[in-house]
């Protein structure tokens, strides 16, 4: 399996020589070639053949070097009435001239904090592109929130891409947040290249007790991006996390999402909108670790396709023998606007303690016929009226962004999609 | 105001409505009624242009205009209202956004300017009023975890909303108890001019003690079957729809 692999154009990136982190790489390397890369038969990847897309698209696979980004190209990107922070990555290499100073939070490449404990939360064995990140990442984002730390300021991530084609870029951070720390995150790419690319993107956070954490990703990089993100948090006891991913184009996505529930009085939140046209394909895999009692977990995602495209949802829960009083819920709801358009939704609930509530559904439909004919029978037109039931189905994700300004612009890149697509 | 002729339609092959022929002039009250499954909800669809309702022959005037060419919006623009008999929920979509955007597109239509928020909350303050619905119900999503009762004041509510010139309420008093029953009827009455008309579909005589029908029609088969006054349906009433049913079987064996 392993010499096939690095026959691959994507697997030989494993060799590639990265610094620092030496027996968290050699572990990686390890599990990279236990793995191997996703094949048909791999049931994690059975609905993304990343592999053979990387492939077909990836002509000369090489490692993305940073490249200069101007105050004025980062201004010019700020979603209207942001006010917050703004970390600045090129290539997924963390730009810290254009960046915001932050008081009262450690901020510093991933590499000078060698003994940050890397692939502890996202293990490597876990995933092969997690492992591969972990291999042969550079650079990478350490960021530390001390105890008692509430940020008021939103940190936004700020992604510049502009690369040739097949290149590869591998961003990796690192958070920890101290007990009571508080702290929203904003994760947005501005693609300046009209290649396709891979991104391969490991996020760990590690919270403290009583730590409250929000993550929002926005993934609109344009048609040419294909993208695997492993992003995984612990959460302790008394502490929330709440991840909202609104994704509305690449070509292949692939989001690996997990939530480990380690303390009690935990609470972990997954949202997420998938609005898909073209032959975009989105598969977003959650996973939530329920190990004691006395943790809740929600989590809703819901997708609109169009076109050809395509929707992956997985989610998976699982609830530990000692993990009594458990309160889990999953939705996962598609329409389909074409008959082109597939979705394979499948949720994996695997329960080991009896005291528990647990609730999972999923739904794929077209669009409410009945509810349509009643708002036109009102005098309001055909389109508007599909506008307006989209865009309430849509606006139950939406409406779990807590951060107005950014709510607001997804609200508007939403509503723009809704009314131009039908 | 309404002339419609030998009107058939089908659902999926299977033709429901028979050749319906009704005339209704601005001002009057018309009542349809008849056994389940006989055709009324079905008439009332295809006045509002349900799509899946294949009409087959026949036609619709309505004001001069051919009704059944027009869309379902534009039959509401028009001044055709349906109170549906199973108004349906609709989450995430506010009532009142949904108010104020068809308001604003039947205005459109009508060559009128749009509503600014503070004249349209004005109006609904006003119209809220003629049904007594509750400000609560209306900051909810559209129909959504309404009683029975709450869904069809509502829909009288959108009727005072979009001031149609024909309304047709199926059922709308299936379900409430008295109390309701005679707000919605005082709605229907105070919203009744010279110049608009109704068609209530009913199974209940009761409804017809409050608002007052010129005609009453029987609906079997997908024929009106049988037209009268007011009267008819206390005979309905008292002696169920039977010997009609017996008179028309009987007719078309022959
Ligand atoms: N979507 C449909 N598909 C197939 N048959 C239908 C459909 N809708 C209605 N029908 C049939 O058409 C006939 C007339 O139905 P309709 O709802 O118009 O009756 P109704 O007079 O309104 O009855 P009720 O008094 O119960 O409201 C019934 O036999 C019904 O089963
Ligand atoms: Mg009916």
Redesign the interface.
């Known amino acids: 399996m392993s010499t096939l692999t690095k026959q691959t154009k994507i697997g030989s990136l494993i060799d590639f020589p990265a610094k620092g982190f030496e027996a968290a790489r050699s572990q990686a390397k390890e599990a990279f070639e236990i793995q191997g890369l996703p094949g048909t038969k791999t049931e994690e990847y059975k609905f993304t053949a990343i592999t053979k897309k990387l492939e077909q698209q990836l002509n000369d696979v090489t490692m993305a070097e940073p490249f200069e980004v101007t105050p004025d190209m980062v201004n010019s990107n700020l979603f209207k009435g942001f006010d917050g922070d703004v970390l600045v990555f090129a290539n997924g290499h963390f730009q810290a001239n254009v960046s915001s100073q932050i008081e009262g939070i450690e901020i510093s490449l991933l590499s000078n904090n060698s003994d940050t404990p890397i692939g502890k939360i996202a293990k490597p064995e876990k995933d092969v592109f997690c492992a591969i990140n972990q291999a042969t990442f550079t650079g990478g984002l350490f960021i530390s929130i001390p105890k008692k730390i509430q940020l008021e300021k939103t940190i936004l991530f700020m992604n510049f891409t502009k690369i040739s084609a097949g290149q590869v870029i591998q961003p990796r951070i690192w958070i920890e947040a101290g007990d009571f720390a508080e702290a929203t995150f904003i994760e947005q790419a501005i693609n300046l290249t009209d290649v396709t690319f891979f991104v391969n993107k490991v996020v760990e956070i590690k919270g403290g007790h009583n730590t409250h954490l929000h993550y929002y990703r926005l993934q609109n990089e344009g048609s040419n991006a294909i993208e695997v993100s492993n992003i995984e948090t612990d959460i302790q006891q008394d502490s929330t996390f709440s991840s909202v991913v609104i994704s509305l184009s690449g070509e292949m996505v692939r989001n690996n999402l997990s939530l480990n529930l380690l303390g009690s009085n935990s609470e972990g939140n997954m949202y997420g909108l998938y609005l898909l046209n073209g032959k975009t394909h989105v598969d977003n895999h959650t996973n939530v670790d329920h190990t004691i009692p006395h943790a809740e977990s929600n989590e809703l995602y819901k997708g609109i396709l169009a076109d050809h495209s395509r929707g992956v949802f997985n989610g998976k829960i699982f609830v530990r023998q000692d993990a009594q009083k458990t309160n889990a819920f999953q939705q996962n709801n598609n329409i389909l606007l074409s008959e082109d358009a597939v979705v394979n939704t499948k949720p994996q609930l695997e329960i080991w303690a009896d005291d528990v509530k647990c609730s999972h559904g999923c739904t794929t439909g077209q669009l ?1 016929e ?2 349509l ?10 389109q ?2 599909k506008g ?2 989209l ?3 849509a ?2 994700v939406l409406e779990h962004i807590k951060h107005e300004a950014f709510k607001t612009y997804c609200t508007q890149l939403v509503e723009d999609r809704l009314g131009a697509k039908l | 105001m309404l002339s419609i002729k030998n009107l058939h339609a089908s659902i999926e092959g299977t033709p429901i409505l028979r050749g319906i022929n009704l005339e209704i002039k601005a001002g009057e009250v018309h009542a349809i009624m008849g056994p389940n499954g006989s055709g009324k909800s079905t008439l009332a669809s295809v006045l509002a242009g349900r799509e899946e309702y294949e009409v087959t022959d026949g036609e619709v005037i309505f004001n001069g205009k051919d009704l059944l060419e027009y869309s379902p919006e534009d039959r509401a623009r028009e001044g055709v209202f349906l109170a549906f008999q199973y108004p349906v929920e609709i989450p995430g979509v506010s009532s009142t956004n949904f108010l104020r955007t068809a308001v604003n597109q039947v205005r459109e239509y009508r060559g009128l300017d749009p509503l600014d928020a503070v004249k349209f909350l004005t109006l609904m303050k006003e119209k809220m009023k003629l049904v007594e619905i509750d400000q609560k119900l209306l900051s909810r999503s559209l129909n959504e975890g309404f009683s029975g009762g709450e869904k069809k004041r509502n829909e009288i509510f959108q009727m005072a909303m979009l001031e149609p010139k024909l309304s047709i309420l199926d059922e709308t008093d299936s379900g409430l108890d008295i109390d309701a029953l005679k707000i919605v009827s005082n709605g229907v009455n105070q919203l009744k001019s010279k110049d608009n008309a109704t068609i209530v579909v009913t199974h209940y005589q009761r409804l017809l003690d409050y608002i007052v029908p010129d005609y009453v029609h029987v609906l079997y088969k997908g024929r009106i079957v049988k037209s009268g006054t007011k009267e008819l349906a206390l005979e309905l009433e008292e002696k169920g729809y039977d010997w009609i049913k017996e008179a028309v079987d009987s007719e078309a064996t022959v």
Do not use: H
């Open positions: 409410d009945e509810a004919f009643y708002l036109q029978t009102r005098g309001i037109g055909k508007q009226a307006l039931l865009y309430a189905f606006g139950e």
